[in-house]
């Protein structure tokens, strides 16, 4: 049975958050993935889809979700399943951590293929998609 050690998490950091990766294919796990998610206060992710099912689990702060047009408010405490292929952004004005569980791979795409200002920052949808270096 494989342990990964706190100093050997692999830490990746984006604009909006700081991802802490304990287990997943590249460290000791064959096909789940569990990271640790840090998001500072006033911080949005991008709009985006999992190609898997992902469970969010809150453990301090609050989060607004936008999960297919549906605003869900999210608390410490509080476990989030996000369904497979379902649009979603998380936003926070106040900050949280979670942890999140997922199979790995799960690849990251953008449902709409252009974000309102005509980028396209993810793969669209059936295209090559992104595997987030937390989930691999």
């Not at 049975?1 to 100093?7: E, G, H, K, N, T």
């Not at 998380?90 to 200002?117: K, L, Q, W």
């Amino acid at each position: 049975m494989p342990v990964i050690r706190s100093a050997d998490a692999r830490r990746t950091e984006t604009p909006n958050a700081v991802m802490t990766t304990h287990a997943s294919p590249t460290q000791g796990s064959t096909a789940l993935a569990q990271w640790k998610v840090e998001m500072p206060a006033d911080r949005q992710g991008p709009l985006h889809a999992m190609d898997t099912e992902q469970i969010w689990t809150f453990l301090t702060g609050s989060a607004e979700v936008d999960l297919a047009g549906e605003s869900i408010a999210i608390a410490a405490g509080d476990t989030l399943v996000l369904p497979a292929d379902a649009p979603r952004r998380i936003a926070t004005a106040e900050g949280f951590t979670a942890v999140v569980a997922s199979p790995s791979p799960s690849h990251a795409y953008n449902p709409d293929a252009r974000t309102p200002d005509g980028a396209c920052a993810l793969a669209p949808r059936d295209a090559e998609r992104l595997l987030p270096a937390w989930i691999a």
